[in-house]
């Protein structure tokens, strides 16, 4: 076992103690961990790490472990030097090459294409805090696990690739030449999330920014602030302060709708707050977002946020009290025209505007929490998602500690995005007993939060006969809205069949339709049952799209998927070449003929949605 596993194991060991409860006693586990990562980070002073850092790609761990599989006393952590010519050190970071941070590894270099394993990163910087100031250093996300150090003293370890988290390095830092290592490994496990089997390409690297951040001793940590369920005539949330010893005076201030309150914590830094504030409900129609500020002492953050609720009422999602139906399309995490993992504002954009060029209300961010970017820029509603994919280690207790601490760092991440208003914590897992266990523990922790968001899933169906199509996986009834993958047309079947089907759901809950979709390679010509073809692609959609529309209780759809990507179970030469062929637009931004076929849909389903 190397040192950064044991130290991931020994980690996980004591998190199992607060997640292998005995069965039934689920709503009496503790709530999962705090997240490690400081909400607000923009709004502080710091510096960012982003740009080029230096990298030892290294597939043995020779830099963690010796010939014997022994923990070195002296690895790459330590970013040493020779002292003189007759030192022997076999590694130097200052002469090898670098990468970009944010970046994933594979699409930076043709050698690392499908490199999974350990690639150390290194860089150098300055700083020094003001006197009596805390530093942390925050990094955006590390795929798959990180294990940190700061002049060669280890920080700790990270697992999960898409959610932030952050070390105190207070008293540890240099004015001047600090070195910080990070050994990022995505090597793929069947006990991890996602696990071993996956239908996209896992990324590895320091994939989002990386920040040092000061704050004064006693600063806000985290907040929740957003509309009253029942009143959309009242703020209210929580602050949870870091460093207070005492009762603590916290005002928070909106200042274009000239309302604030203040509040004082309780010893252990937390209070709640409501108060009255008159503010225009965000919507994607109307998207207003407002300066929220929290002052705490010295302690000064803003964020801009949008107020709105979300709710269900039997069969209706309801945004700001009234019935919406989602007009979506599905996402992964990857740059249109430049592949690899989107990591810019300018990424989150492009996709975003090809969503609204659909006519989209509606965006599935799949299959795992995407960049903050999204999030933000998204004046759209999003489904937010963990990677709890497909089949993983249900029954051991490391890997729901992992699923739960993912899903922890996600909701608070993104607590105050108005636009997330759907959890979603798995899809297409196989039902069994463990499985639902599993995932009623992560419903329950996303309900725990208390942001009032809807809690879903994508969930699978079966036949009850050859007509009758059926959704009656237990876990639906632990959901607010019940997420459903089919793919008649396309793995099942042929796209005429979509008009024979008749659809039951057990429970009387919303339904969306979170995939349907078949192959297509752009400029790939056949007729509509030509496999692969524009034309079999957009009769498809026609016949998905007319069967979807009679679901009794439909209320969404986010068909399978924007843009062509890249997933190494599609390996078919000349059509799919390493690539899922399934998007509206290829990867280089060419439009498939499906593309417009759902736009027309949305255009009418914008004046006259389908309801039953
Ligand atoms: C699914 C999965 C999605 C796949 C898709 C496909 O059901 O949820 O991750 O990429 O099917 O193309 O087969």
Same mark, same amino acid.
């Given at each position: 076992m190397t040192m950064a596993s044991a130290a991931a194991r020994a980690m996980f060991a004591a998190m199992a103690l607060v997640a292998a409860?005995?069965?039934?006693a689920r709503a009496a586990t503790?709530?999962?961990? /705090?997240?490690t990562a400081l909400a $607000?980070?923009?709004?502080?002073?710091g510096i960012s790490l982003d740009g080029p850092w230096h990298v030892i790609v290294d597939p043995y761990e020779n830099g963690l472990i010796d010939y014997r599989s022994q923990p070195r006393a002296?690895? =790459? $952590? %330590?970013?040493a030097k020779p002292k003189d010519r007759s030192e022997l050190i076999e590694y130097d970071f200052a002469r090898s090459p670098t990468l970009a941070v944010?970046?994933?590894w594979n699409t930076q270099r043709p050698d690392l294409l499908y490199y999974e394993g350990t690639i150390w990163y290194q860089r150098r910087f300055d700083f020094a805090p003001r006197a009596g100031n805390r530093v942390f250093v925050q990094f955006g996300?590390?795929?798959q696990r990180a294990t940190v150090w700061l002049n060669g003293k280890r920080l700790g370890d990270h697992e999960g690739g898409f959610t932030p988290f952050a070390f105190e390095v207070t008293g540890r #830092?240099?004015?001047?030449g600090n070195s910080i290592v990070v050994k990022v490994d995505n090597t793929r496990r069947a006990? /991890? !999330?996602?696990? !071993?089997?996956? %239908? +996209?390409w896992n990324y590895g690297g320091l994939t989002r920014g990386v920040r040092v951040v000061e704050t004064p001793?006693? $600063?806000?940590r985290d907040a929740l602030v957003q509309l009253g369920p029942d009143d959309a005539g009242q703020v209210r949330g929580f602050v949870r302060l870091d460093g207070a010893r005492a009762a603590t005076r916290v005002t928070i201030d909106i200042p274009e709708a000239r309302a604030t309150i203040t509040v004082t914590t309780d010893g252990a830094g937390h209070a709640r707050f409501a108060f009255p504030a008159r503010v225009a409900p965000w919507s994607p129609a109307s998207p207003r977002l407002y300066e929220v500020t929290f002052r705490a002492g010295v302690d000064h953050v803003r964020d801009r946020v949008g107020f709105r609720t979300v709710g269900v009422r039997g069969r209706d999602i309801l945004l700001n009290g009234k019935p919406m139906f989602l007009r979506g399309i599905s996402l992964h995490e990857e740059a249109l025209?430049?592949?690899?993992?989107?990591?810019?504002r300018a990424d989150a954009e492009a996709l975003l505007g090809l969503a609204k060029e659909l006519g989209c209300n509606f965006v599935r961010l799949a299959h795992y929490p995407h960049g903050d970017e999204m999030t933000r820029a998204a004046e759209l509603l999003v489904w937010s998602e963990i990677p709890? =994919? +497909?089949?993983?280690? +249900?029954?051991n207790p490391d890997t729901l500690a992992s699923a739960r601490r993912q899903l922890t760092e996600e909701l608070a991440r993104d607590r105050?995005?108005?636009?997330?208003?759907l959890w979603s914590v798995g899809n297409e897992t196989p039902v069994s007993e463990p499985r639902t266990r599993f995932l009623r523990t992560l419903v329950d922790d996303a309900r725990a939060a208390g942001d009032g968001r809807l809690v879903t899933a994508a969930l699978e169906h079966h036949y009850v006969d050859a007509r009758t199509v059926m959704l009656d996986d237990p876990l639906g009834a632990a959901l607010d809205v019940v997420g459903l993958n089919e793919y008649v047309g396309w =793995?099942?079947? #042929?796209?005429?069949k979509c008009a024979t089907l008749s659809w039951r759901c057990a429970y009387d809950k919303p339904i969306v339709v979170s995939e349907f979709g078949a192959d297509a390679k752009a400029g790939h010509h056949g007729d509509? !049952?030509?496999? $692969?073809s524009e034309e079999f692609q957009a009769d498809l959609y026609r016949q998905q799209l007319a069967m979807v529309?009679?679901?009794?209780? #439909?209320?969404g759809v986010s068909p399978w998927i924007l843009v062509d990507f890249r997933s190494?179970?599609?390996? #078919?030469?000349?059509?799919?070449d390493g690539w899922?062929?399934?998007?509206?637009?290829?990867?280089?931004g060419t439009k498939k003929q499906a593309f417009e076929v759902l736009r027309d849909a949305y255009r009418a389903w914008a004046a006259s949605p389908p309801s039953r």
């Open positions: 409860a005995p069965a039934g503790a709530p999962p961990p /705090a997240a $607000f980070t923009d709004a502080r002073a002296h690895g =790459y $952590f %330590d970013d944010p970046g994933d996300a590390a795929a #830092l240099v004015p001047r006990d /991890a !999330l996602p696990a !071993l089997n996956t %239908d +996209w001793p006693v $600063f806000v025209g430049r592949g690899g993992r989107a990591t810019t709890v =994919y +497909w089949t993983i280690a +249900w029954s105050n995005r108005a636009s997330v208003i =793995y099942d079947g #042929l796209p005429a509509a !049952l030509t496999r $692969f529309a009679r679901i009794p209780g #439909l209320r190494p179970r599609r390996p #078919l030469p000349g059509i799919q899922n062929r399934k998007g509206l637009v290829a990867e280089d």
